[in-house]
């Protein structure tokens, strides 16, 4: 039998190693791809143990081995029916001959990072992983966890591991116990800028100063921006959360917002953002002057 578990979801495919190995009662043997040679093949896709009657090898990162990985095609029909081959790659290219050949061969599973329209997925995920682990958290906690948290899966799972110690799990324990993820520290900076208060403006930027790249905290800042044009000069029909891969709460945030300050000014505030990213592209002026500079302008 042949799995063949590929994508750059590491923490999935965790998991579904660990399932794998749980269901096998012996021990498994485990090979980095990149470094095994064309003369190991036999032994590891043919060879039987003499203290077993079944084996489970996993193998690491094959496809970035070029020799092995073009040669697979013809080894593939030769595994012995006693062994379970667990292939792990992370990004194998889908244009080659082997890559048709292994997911003709294989029970193929994907597992794809999640990303923006992932959001209600993740919750889920969260209030399934926090029954399995004992934790009584609401449908509202779990999307304010995956709020805070991000679509990080190992921090997900970190933090409602973290949780499972408390006698009892609100909003404010989740604050108090689990950090933001850089996304939120940057909503709650834009959120700020759009209520007007540049002294609290100016107070984040310097502490953010000190752990974040300018040039990604503007990539964020301006996502911010556009979600907020999005949803502001969006007709009644759209759905900026299913259309734009708007966490839910961002949007219903961001709508609030538009609607106070009307589309002129919002219409506004784009420009401004289009202008610095211009700026810090010819480097006009020191990245954090620049940023600070489009938030105060948009405070006022």
Known sequence: MITWLVGENSFEIREAVKSLEASFSGTPERFDGAD????????????????????????????????LWEK???????????????????????????????????DLQEFPVWGERDYAK???WVSA??????????????????QRVGLDQWQLAHA???LGLLDTVDEQAINDIV??????????????????????????LDTLSLQEDPYALFALLTSQALTLAAVTFGDDTANPAKDFGVHPF??????RHGKRLGKAKVGYIVELFAKTDADMKRSKAEPWLLIERTLLETAQ
């Open 122 to 124: 993740a919750e889920q």
């Open 250 to 255: 961002v949007a219903s945030k961001l709508t």
């Open 36 to 67: 095994l040679s064309l003369s190991q093949l036999p032994d590891v896709l043919m060879g039987v143990s003499l203290f077993a009657t079944e084996r489970l090898v996993i193998i690491q990162d094959i496809s970035t081995n070029s020799t």
């Open 72 to 106: 697979l095609p013809e080894w593939l029909p030769r595994v012995n029916d006693d062994i379970h081959v667990a292939f792990i790659d992370t990004k194998p290219d889908k244009r080659t001959t082997s890559y048709k050949a292994l997911k003709a061969a294989a």
């Open 160 to 162: 409602v591991t973290t």
């Open 179 to 204: 950090p933001p993820n850089p996304t939120e520290n940057i909503f709650q900076l834009f959120e700020t800028a759009l209520e007007g208060r540049t002294q609290q403006v100016a107070k984040m």
């Open 129 to 146: 992983r926090a029954q399995a682990e004992g934790l009584k958290l609401d449908k509202r906690l779990a999307a304010h966890l995956v």
